[in-house]
């Protein structure tokens, strides 16, 4: 039954020289494997810096690929998004089927597979391979986590199943970078000998899974031909055959000539009189094929240890230490947000005090030095300093994902999640979304129910997001008093940060209630989901995505960021030259620094009220007056619409516009000094909470929305999210504002 | 017939098969309950649903719902 001899199909045929390769183009290999087995580390390992992340067309699924050189051959490495298996009940999950088959538009068919294979759960992660196999590529096996599979009691034989494969089997410890080289080595081989992997173990259809697909290629052979120009490949049939209301059926389905007979024709055929499911069928004989593979290949201990998994997952999944530490684990991702990043960001702040000042004294007064110091350093300093929190931030949801804490979370969270019509899948992205709403909505893709996913895209912006948290912290350090509570254990200020966390989760809970029970009402979709071993995160992947984010962040605060912060400062400054007569600067600077600037600051900020901003601020003011706002707030607040962080810009240039550059307050200090026209304070707590409440709730981030539409392939989801976000802020800040007031606080 | 959610914690038994069909049906399948697999039940959640269980040397969590799909008999 097994042949353990080495065949053709496991050596290169031909050794074409690193010389000849050289002129060729770069070789394209695709990289496939089982969420959770080291892929994404694997890839970071093997290509280094030298990665791009792009989109498919028609699709939501990430495009990620990097460059690796061996012997001054090139290999374009082509990252799929992990799954277990090529079975496809959406466009996205046939994403994997298509590229490798060469059929998405403008991508290259790859000239061999990198199979990532986690050892310690062999059976299961060679699943995938045995499909991967069938689409008749050549095939390279990266075999990782052995050290894992190892301290597990299981003890592998890669040559045997190299052997047995007909394709190269290279052991490797992602983390450590070890068999990296090997790996290299075996892709080029293998990629420029363009063999198709043929397991000398061979694996078959089972025999009605065989006469189906016979069945199915006759029956749809002319009307495939006629929309296509070419034949399906016998693993699209299988997929159309099998899948059962999947997506190779429904694209089938979308041609005519008698597909839908011959679909249902190849069905009863390969079904016969037994009641088993095709599927059913194909998954019984592919885990039949890998026993035969691997017996004898595997070797156990007698006594298999007690895993660490095991013992740390007592503990984390215990009903109360499990949920003790889970809130204490949120409780330290707040505290350290606030408490750890201030260095940082002090410094940060203090390097682009130097440089506006530098910037200021250089230049001579006039617009261009106002629009570097204003608009230019000003704007966008105010945002970079907030930089420390969001990696934090990243670092954070990054340790948790790579550790395997995340998917304890969705096990204890499901339940709760359950009741309000989700599933603890969505409490990863919905946790995400604490960091971005924009990779927390492409984070949703985990969710294969599609109600369940618009469910948990249209609910995630309202969770805070780390943009939120300039304006949080602004207003909560100005105007929430220093005090600790619950015998001083915890700052009031950190509290406050808590309370609008709560809120964002609470209105997030109840919306999705809502929508799971109206728009998007529906069967309970299943919910079945691995628990990855826990494993030390490799710092080096960490990293790499934290800078990644970094990158992100910064394109966004130098873009959009940017150009809002310049537009506010040319709506601020224009028109200009109105100034009063009497404002003899040189003089009162003079004659004290402190008290004598108080014309200028008022002509100043006459200056700004009879700006186009001021205008438009005091045009809408009437609308947001109930919620306790003046026309500088509805102004920053309008300008924030875009990126709701350039809401600290546009208080930053509003308020700072008026003040000489070597007035040294902070952003903090100048908001608690504004007044009103009667002179009474503009930001009171009321107002400070109804700000805040505001942006808690509010949609202001272009990009969420532009995700969403892209998401969903709708602009009418992503309006609506941004509509009904909208209405709520509004309603929420005028129920804190009046209520506050009420209430005499 | 036994079903996969009516295993106590700690204890193992074998997949006899699958009344799910459709897509519930082909990721049990793919993610490795086929007939004869053993399967043991780990622990249910803290509030009580989902459960996590043991299968082909890997964790896996599902609802009560889908496991009272699986059918088992003793190991």
Same mark, same amino acid.
């Given at each position: ?49 030298? !990665?791009?992340?792009?989109? $498919? ?132 081989? +293998? ?153 940082? !960001? ?197 990293? !790499? ?101 350039? +809401? ?81 802020? $509004? ?15 | ?50 459960? &996590?269980? &043991? ?15 699986? &059918?088992?008999?003793?190991?």
């Amino acid at each position: 039954m097994l042949r353990s001899s080495v065949e053709d199909g496991s050596k290169p045929a031909s050794r074409e020289g690193a010389t000849n390769g050289a002129a060729h183009a770069p070789l394209r290999v695709a990289v496939v494997g089982n969420p959770n087995a080291g892929k994404s580390t694997l890839f970071n390992a093997l290509t280094g810096l030298s !990665q791009r992340v792009g989109n $498919y067309p028609g699709v939501t699924v990430e495009k990620k690929s990097g460059v690796l050189e061996v012997a001054g051959r090139r290999i374009e490495l082509v990252d799929l998004p992990g799954t277990y298996s090529l079975a496809a009940h959406s466009p996205d999950e046939m994403v994997a089927v298509d590229l490798l088959l060469g059929h998405v538009k403008g991508e290259r068919a790859p000239d061999a597979v990198l199979a990532v294979v986690d050892a310690s759960n062999l059976e299961r992660n060679l699943y995938l391979l045995s499909q991967v196999v069938d689409l008749g590529l050549p095939v390279v096996v990266a075999l990782n986590m052995s050290d894992v599979a190892e301290r597990r009691g299981i003890h592998v034989d890669a040559d045997l199943l190299a052997a047995r494969l007909g394709a190269p089997v290279v052991p490797t410890r992602a983390n450590r970078g070890a068999g990296v080289d090997r790996l290299r080595e075996a892709l080029r081989a +293998v990629a420029d000998a363009r063999t198709p992997t043929r397991p000398p173990v061979a694996y078959a259809l089972p025999d009605p899974l065989a006469q189906g697909v016979a069945a199915l290629r006759s029956g749809v052979a002319a009307p495939v031909r006629a929309a296509l120009g070419r034949d399906l490949h016998e693993f699209e049939l299988l997929r159309a055959l099998v899948d059962e209301e999947g997506h190779a059926e429904a694209r089938l389905r979308a041609l005519d000539g008698g597909v839908a007979e011959a679909l249902a024709t190849s069905r009863a055929r390969a079904r016969g009189p037994s009641t088993v499911p095709l599927s059913a069928l194909e998954a019984q004989s592919r885990y039949r094929w890998i026993r035969q593979l691997v017996t004898g290949c595997v070797r156990r201990d007698e006594q298999m240890p007690a895993t660490w998994t095991d013992r740390i997952d007592r503990v984390l999944t215990h009903k109360i230490s499990g949920t003790l530490v889970f809130a204490g684990a949120m409780l330290l991702l707040f505290e350290s947000i606030f408490a750890w990043a201030a260095p940082a !960001q002090d410094a940060l702040e203090t390097a682009m005090g130097w440089v506006g000042g530098a910037i200021g004294a250089w230049m001579p007064e006039g617009a261009l030095r106002s629009l570097l110091v204003d608009g230019v350093v000003g704007g966008v300093g105010s945002v970079v300093a907030f930089l420390p929190q969001i990696l934090l931030l990243f670092l954070f949801l990054g340790i948790l994902e790579d550790c395997g804490y995340m998917a304890r979370a969705a096990f204890l969270m499901d339940k709760v999640m359950a009741s309000v019509g989700l599933s603890g899948k969505s409490f990863i992205p919905m946790l995400s979304g604490f960091a971005c709403a924009v990779p927390a909505v492409m984070a949703t893709r985990v969710i294969e129910n599609r109600r369940d996913r618009l469910a948990t895209m249209l609910v995630t912006p309202l969770m805070t997001c780390s943009a939120r948290l300039p304006v949080y912290a602004v207003m909560i350090s100005a105007f929430v008093p220093q005090r600790s509570v619950l015998g001083g254990w915890v700052r009031l200020s950190a509290l406050t940060l808590l309370s609008l966390y709560l809120l964002g989760i609470v209105t997030a809970v109840a919306m999705a209630f809502l929508l799971k029970r109206t728009l998007l009402r529906g069967p309970a979709p299943p919910f079945v989901m691995e628990l990855p071993t826990y494993k030390v995160p490799s710092l080096r992947t960490l990293l !790499q995505r934290l800078r990644e984010r970094a990158v992100a962040f910064l394109a966004r605060a130098g873009t959009v960021i940017l150009a809002m912060s310049i537009v506010v400062w040319a709506l601020a400054y224009f028109p200009h030259g109105e100034r009063p007569a009497a404002a003899p600067t040189g003089a009162s600077a003079a004659v004290s620094a402190g008290a004598g600037a108080g014309d200028d600051v008022a002509a100043r900020a006459a200056q700004l009220e009879g700006s186009a901003l001021g205008r438009v601020g005091h045009a809408l003011e009437p609308v947001f007056r109930p919620l306790g706002w003046d026309w500088r707030i509805t102004v920053a607040t309008l300008a924030s619409f875009p990126a709701r962080e350039v +809401v600290v810009a546009t208080l930053g240039t509003i308020f700072n516009l008026g003040d000489a550059e070597d007035d040294p307050e902070g952003l903090e200090r100048a908001l608690a000094k504004a007044r009103r026209a009667d002179g009474s304070p503009l930001f009171t707590l009321p107002v400070a909470l109804s700000v805040m409440v505001f942006f808690a709730l509010c949609c202001q981030c272009g990009a969420t929305v532009a995700t969403i539409r892209r998401e969903t392939n709708s602009w009418g989801w992503a309006w609506f999210t941004f509509t009904y976000m909208t209405l709520l802020a $509004y309603g929420a800040s005028l129920l804190v504002f009046q209520g506050s007031r009420w209430f005499g606080a | 017939m036994r079903t996969l959610d009516q295993l106590r914690p700690g204890m193992s038994a074998r997949v006899v098969r699958l009344a799910a069909r459709g897509a519930i049906g082909q990721r049990l399948s793919d993610m490795g309950f086929v007939e004869g697999t053993a399967v043991k039940l780990i622990r249910a959640a803290p509030l009580g649903d989902p459960l &996590e269980v &043991e299968i082909q040397d890997y964790l896996l969590s599902l609802r009560r719902a889908e496991a009272h799909l699986v &059918e088992i008999s003793d190991a």
